[in-house]
């Protein structure tokens, strides 16, 4: 019984480093993106990547990828407040849900409709706070 | 505007969210337990309250006095 469990950690840890090892780089650029500290993306892709990683075997074939972004964009919607003081990066200017609207749409290339559905708001905010951030991302230029 | 090159991941961020998330399935697993136990004892609860008051009244053990005729 615990050999079978032992086995399972063991499959459960390989399959979560080679995801990792593949998915990171770009999981971390999409956090950076959203938090524009590095630093803070880390901390929030840490988090997100360790839920992945305890429901590892209850993904029902899910893409883990899909599954990891999703849980980093409500992290970071939860987390609004936490944002909402510019910190750098190339986002810099826009509010915390016009950037995630620019990154989901525009970097990860979701549909406004499936973002939106995801998040739980709806599609006509996810695509004003899109609009708004391209206006505001084309007004000023640094 | 966002296709900069992804950012090198730290090579022990696997390790950190493994530690991480190992921790979480621990408290999930204690979560369960205690919520599994919290749910027995109530059963058991409500099994011994039903007992106790399931019992018909007791007959009288005296038997009334006959008066008059």
Known sequence: ?142 | MLDLSHPAAPPDLAERAMARGRRLIRLRRIRNAVLLVLLLAALVAAGVTAAAYSHPPRPLQVTPPVNGV
């Open chain 1, 1 to 142: 019984m615990s050999g079978h469990r032992e086995i399972q950690e063991r499959r459960r840890a390989r399959e979560f480093e080679a995801f990792t090892a593949g998915a990171g780089g770009r999981l971390l650029h999409a956090a950076t993106l959203l938090t524009g500290d590095p630093a803070e993306g880390e901390r929030l892709l840490v988090a997100a990547l360790a839920s992945t990683f305890a429901d590892w075997f209850r993904l029902h074939g899910e893409d883990p990828y899909v599954r990891t972004r999703q849980d980093l964009a409500e992290r970071f919607t939860r987390a609004h407040r936490r944002y909402r003081r510019p910190r750098g990066g190339v986002l810099d200017r826009l509010p915390p849900a016009e950037r995630l609207a620019l990154v989901l749409r525009v970097y990860e290339g979701i549909a406004e409709e499936q973002s939106a559905a995801q998040l739980g708001m709806p599609t006509e905010r996810m695509r004003t706070n899109y609009l708004r951030a391209v206006a505001l991302m084309r007004s000023r230029r640094p």
